[in-house]
């Protein structure tokens, strides 16, 4: 290039149009930025990491609330004599907690091959810790919980040993309760504190409503596997009218530039779709006694809402300006 | 700081692992030249994968942030200020003020650290200079660290990268030090930008170094350390001039771990209200 005055004036030009923009697009122009920074922070790039997971963490966080949740239902459900409705939840959990729940953190895993290192160290104060040992023991109640179920159910052996396998039943039934409600709630904890700004600053929110989905989910799940009983129902819509509140809740509690992933983003949208879907209209459809979908409403809002959290949490990590407001707050 | 009578840190054989001192990184960007031979160094000695050739057009910082394969980073920040008591010369457009100026990023090695709190391997651990060391064989790469860390600096490595899957980051060249050598970007640094040496001794320094700059006409010199927050300091402090988000710093980083009670409340609040519900149902609708 030569430096006639031609050049300079097309120099100029670029310069005030990147100002403009931001950005040149044109052929063998790549300005982002200009000369200097007018995005804000350090040209734009991001304060803290954006989280690396992927399309399995949702769909865990999903498998892992219906499953541990499930184990609350069959406590209930051997509690007040409905066997067959504590088989059926005893198999969402063992399948969901045990078999899927697993794989899909595995899948994540940068080395799946070291998934064992996990149980090298027990940390509390690591979500990711805590959460790894509170699904092993879930997984240790759950499946020998649904075998002993199983077996007591079918009357396999005689006398004192289905004695034995019904008291081995309920106590690992009620291990699968208490381990299953954490398995569903500390995913909340477990985005809750990190340094994501949308993340955190929902955190006392994010536990009530992944571990409400995760119980509206397993009522639901069951309900489609063929069990419409009225407890389920109650459940239903207990789940659905919490959510409702989380709704209201999150449309009022605005932090400003901090969680506007959440507000002014299209990534807020997702987690508004999954939230209108589990909450009013699965809450409206089980009012009209249209249960089954009522049910799939709220299952495909948990799983939407879910995604929607992971997705807020990308575009918020990736946000300077939304960490910078949320150390000002 | 060349001919003040300071004597250079840098160049010394030590012997702070054995004796458990506790060690630091000062970057002072008054001094630097901008010429990366910390990023080469640090890549050459730790086997350090490339981060593409790709030109950003952010000044002349083609690195762009600390990342897995970005132990070392550059910035090249440009602003329309003037630097010290600094008047544009006649060689500028304009007789505007402006600046250029270059800061050696690197991870600061917290006083309390994220990453560490929230590694469930047992991986990243606290070696005995106070540095933050992730153990390459231990992590399986769950990602966790990556949005615990309050500057960002941690991440995974993807693939098809040498040694993909893992989390990495500076090592505050660990096995140099056992060594007693000085990490690679201290030693390489031409014009000790960087400065290794012991903490306190680098503190000292620092407050030094800001009280000079001031005198000399650089009112918005200040140091970079955060330990009023709860990250409670950083081992690899700088001295910025103007603000902290300018360099893409957080003004106040915390260790995600403040967050852990009100979430874990809310979580057995849910649990227990949970297990009411569903008590409820069974014994009211059954």
Same mark, same amino acid.
């Given at each position: 290039?030569?430096?006639?005055?031609?050049?300079?004036?097309?120099?100029?030009?670029?310069?005030?149009?990147?100002?403009?923009?931001?950005?040149?697009?044109?052929?063998?122009?790549?300005?982002?930025?200009?000369?200097?920074?007018?995005?804000?922070?350090?040209?734009?790039?991001?304060?803290?990491?954006?989280?690396?997971?992927?399309?399995?963490?949702?769909?865990?966080?999903?498998?892992? &609330?219906?499953?541990?949740?499930?184990?609350?239902?069959?406590?209930?459900?051997?509690? /007040?004599?409905?066997?067959?409705?504590?088989?059926?939840?005893?198999?969402?959990?063992?399948?969901?907690?045990?078999?899927?729940?697993?794989?899909?953190?595995?899948?994540?895993? &940068?080395?799946?091959?070291? /998934?064992?290192?996990?149980?090298?160290?027990?940390?509390?104060?690591?979500?990711?810790?805590?959460?790894?040992?509170?699904?092993?023991?879930?997984?240790?109640?759950?499946?020998? &919980?649904?075998?002993?179920?199983?077996?007591?159910?079918?009357?396999?052996?005689? &006398?004192?040993?289905?004695?034995?396998?019904?008291?081995?039943?309920?106590?690992?039934?009620?291990?699968?309760?208490?381990?299953?409600?954490?398995?569903?709630?500390?995913?909340?904890?477990?985005?809750?504190?990190?340094?994501?700004?949308?993340?955190?600053?929902?955190?006392?929110?994010?536990?009530?409503?992944?571990?409400?989905?995760?119980?509206?989910?397993?009522?639901?799940?069951?309900?489609?596997?063929?069990?419409?009983?009225?407890?389920?129902? /109650?459940?239903?819509?207990?789940?659905?009218?919490?959510?409702?509140?989380?709704?209201?809740?999150?449309?009022?509690?605005?932090?400003?530039?901090?969680?506007?992933?959440?507000?002014?983003?299209?990534?807020?949208?997702?987690?508004?779709?999954?939230?209108?879907?589990?909450?009013?209209?699965?809450?409206?459809?089980?009012? /009209?006694?249209?249960?089954?979908?009522?049910?799939?409403?709220?299952?495909?809002?948990?799983?939407?809402?879910?995604?929607?959290?992971?997705?807020?949490?990308?575009?918020?990590?990736?946000?300077?300006?939304?960490?910078?407001?949320?150390?000002?707050? | 700081?060349?001919?003040?009578?300071?004597?250079?840190?840098?160049?010394?054989?030590?012997?702070?692992?054995?004796?458990?001192?506790?060690?630091?990184?000062?970057?002072?960007?008054?001094?630097?030249?901008?010429?990366?031979?910390?990023?080469?160094?640090?890549?050459?000695?730790?086997?350090?994968?490339?981060?593409?050739?790709?030109?950003?057009?952010?000044?002349?910082?083609?690195?762009?942030?600390?990342?897995?394969?970005?132990?070392?980073?550059?910035?090249?920040?440009?602003?329309?200020?003037?630097?010290?008591?600094?008047?544009?010369?006649?060689?500028? $457009?304009?007789?505007?003020?402006?600046?250029?100026?270059?800061?050696?990023?690197?991870?600061?090695?917290?006083?309390?650290?994220?990453? $560490?709190?929230?590694?469930?391997?047992?991986?990243?651990?606290?070696?005995?200079?106070?540095?933050?060391?992730?153990?390459?064989?231990?992590?399986?790469?769950?990602?966790?660290?990556?949005?615990?860390?309050?500057?960002?600096?941690?991440?995974?490595?993807?693939?098809?990268?040498?040694?993909?899957?893992?989390?990495?980051?500076?090592?505050?060249?660990?096995?140099?030090?056992?060594?007693?050598?000085?990490?690679?970007?201290?030693?390489?640094?031409?014009?000790?930008?960087?400065?290794?040496?012991?903490?306190?001794?680098?503190?000292?320094?620092?407050?030094?170094?800001?009280?000079? $700059?001031?005198?000399?006409?650089?009112?918005?010199?200040?140091?970079?350390?955060?330990?009023?927050?709860?990250?409670?300091?950083?081992?690899?402090?700088?001295?910025?001039?103007?603000?902290?988000?300018?360099?893409?710093?957080?003004?106040?980083?915390?260790?995600?771990?403040?967050?852990?009670?009100?979430?874990?409340?809310?979580?057995?609040?849910?649990?227990?209200?949970?297990?009411?519900?569903?008590?409820?149902?069974?014994?009211?609708?059954?």
């Amino acid at each position: 290039m030569t430096n006639g005055p031609q050049a300079e004036q097309r120099l100029e030009q670029l310069r005030e149009e990147a100002w403009k923009k931001g950005v040149v697009p044109g052929k063998g122009v790549d300005v982002a930025g200009g000369p200097i920074p007018r995005k804000p922070g350090y040209y734009g790039q991001p304060v803290v990491k954006p989280p690396v997971w992927t399309w399995e963490i949702p769909l865990y966080f999903f498998f892992g &609330g219906m499953a541990g949740m499930s184990g609350v239902i069959a406590s209930g459900a051997i509690i /007040f004599h409905q066997v067959d409705l504590a088989r059926a939840a005893m198999w969402v959990a063992a399948v969901g907690g045990a078999v899927l729940s697993p794989i899909l953190l595995i899948m994540d895993l &940068g080395r799946p091959h070291l /998934f064992l290192n996990m149980l090298r160290v027990f940390k509390h104060r690591s979500a990711m810790s805590m959460g790894a040992w509170i699904l092993s023991a879930f997984g240790a109640c759950a499946v020998p &919980g649904l075998i002993a179920l199983e077996l007591h159910a079918h009357q396999i052996f005689p &006398g004192t040993l289905d004695q034995l396998l019904r008291v081995a039943a309920g106590i690992f039934i009620f291990g699968s309760a208490i381990f299953g409600t954490l398995l569903a709630t500390y995913t909340g904890v477990l985005i809750g504190a990190t340094a994501i700004p949308a993340w955190f600053l929902h955190r006392v929110l994010l536990p009530i409503h992944f571990g409400t989905a995760g119980l509206g989910s397993a009522a639901a799940v069951l309900e489609l596997l063929g069990h419409r009983i009225a407890a389920l129902n /109650f459940i239903g819509f207990y789940a659905a009218g919490v959510e409702t509140a989380l709704l209201v809740w999150l449309s009022v509690d605005k932090h400003g530039a901090a969680d506007r992933a959440i507000h002014d983003h299209g990534s807020g949208w997702l987690i508004r779709i999954g939230e209108v879907l589990n909450g009013p209209l699965a809450l409206a459809l089980r009012f /009209f006694a249209f249960i089954p979908f009522a049910a799939i409403s709220f299952l495909l809002g948990a799983l939407v809402s879910r995604v929607g959290w992971i997705v807020v949490g990308k575009v918020s990590g990736a946000d300077p300006e939304s960490v910078f407001a949320a150390e000002r707050y | 700081m060349i001919g003040e009578g300071l004597q250079s840190t840098n160049q010394r054989k030590h012997s702070y692992v054995r004796d458990h001192v506790e060690v630091g990184f000062f970057t002072d960007p008054t001094v630097c030249i901008g010429c990366k031979a910390c990023e080469v160094a640090c890549k050459e000695w730790n086997q350090v994968p490339d981060d593409g050739f790709t030109w950003s057009g952010n000044s002349y910082d083609n690195t762009g942030h600390l990342g897995a394969s970005t132990w070392r980073h550059v910035m090249f920040l440009e602003q329309d200020r003037p630097k010290g008591n600094q008047v544009a010369g006649p060689m500028s $457009l304009d007789q505007d003020p402006f600046r250029w100026v270059f800061l050696s990023d690197v991870c600061k090695h917290c006083e309390e650290a994220g990453c $560490l709190e929230a590694c469930p391997t047992g991986s990243i651990v606290r070696t005995e200079v106070g540095s933050v060391l992730v153990q390459n064989d231990v992590c399986n790469g769950c990602g966790y660290c990556v949005v615990s860390c309050p500057f960002g600096v941690i991440d995974r490595r993807p693939e098809p990268l040498h040694d993909a899957g893992g989390a990495f980051k500076c090592t505050f060249c660990y096995d140099r030090q056992k060594s007693g050598l000085v990490p690679a970007c201290a030693k390489v640094c031409p014009t000790e930008s960087i400065v290794f040496g012991r903490l306190d001794d680098l503190r000292a320094r620092g407050a030094k170094r800001v009280e000079q $700059l001031q005198q000399s006409g650089y009112k918005d010199a200040q140091l970079y350390d955060p330990t009023e927050t709860s990250v409670r300091g950083i081992h690899a402090f700088f001295l910025i001039l103007g603000e902290p988000e300018a360099y893409g710093l957080p003004p106040k980083p915390q260790i995600p771990t403040i967050y852990l009670k009100s979430a874990w409340i809310s979580a057995f609040a849910t649990a227990i209200a949970s297990i009411i519900a569903t008590l409820a149902g069974f014994a009211f609708f059954s």
